[in-house]
Nanobody
Framework: QVNLVESGGDSVQPGGSLTLSCAHSGVSGYTGSTKYCLGWFRQTSGEEREDVATIEGDGGTHYADFVKGRFTVSKDDTKNILYLQMKGLKPEDTAKYYC???????????????????WGQGTQVTVSS
């Protein structure tokens, strides 16, 4: 079975930085193939989950407009870890952050109607003074 575990969430002051990690296992078939998509999403109380950033198996990346260059998504295929480097954090970035995976190119999600089925439990990020 697929397992994804987020870590790195913390309470930080505005303007601070954090790096989230997502260790994954049971994703055989994802590595060694360009046809997969790993993503970061976030959700606040009373709101629907929103996209943050995704990365293709071949390394291509996609970012939500609100990131504005502040966040960087990356992955280490040797260690099977997905990262989200965040800087210049704002109070509105406060949310529970989730990682997810699907064995499709990211465009299948953005324009093909496919959804992520494999999710981690999430890690809380709180930005306040």
């Amino acid at each position: 079975q697929v397992n994804l575990v987020e870590s790195g969430g913390d309470s930080v002051q505005p303007g601070g930085s954090l790096t989230l990690s997502c260790a994954h296992s049971g994703v055989s078939g994802y590595t060694g193939s360009t046809k997969y998509c790993l993503g970061w999403f976030r959700q606040t109380s009373g709101e629907e989950r929103e996209d943050v950033a995704t990365i293709e198996g071949d390394g291509g990346t996609h970012y939500a407009d609100f990131v504005k260059g502040r966040f960087t998504v990356s992955k280490d295929d040797t260690k099977n870890i997905l990262y989200l480097q965040m800087k210049g954090l704002k109070p509105e970035d406060t949310a529970k952050y989730y990682c997810a995976a699907m064995r499709r190119v990211c465009d299948a999600y953005y324009h093909g109607g496919f959804v992520f089925k494999n999710w981690g439990q999430g890690t809380q990020v709180t930005v306040s003074s």
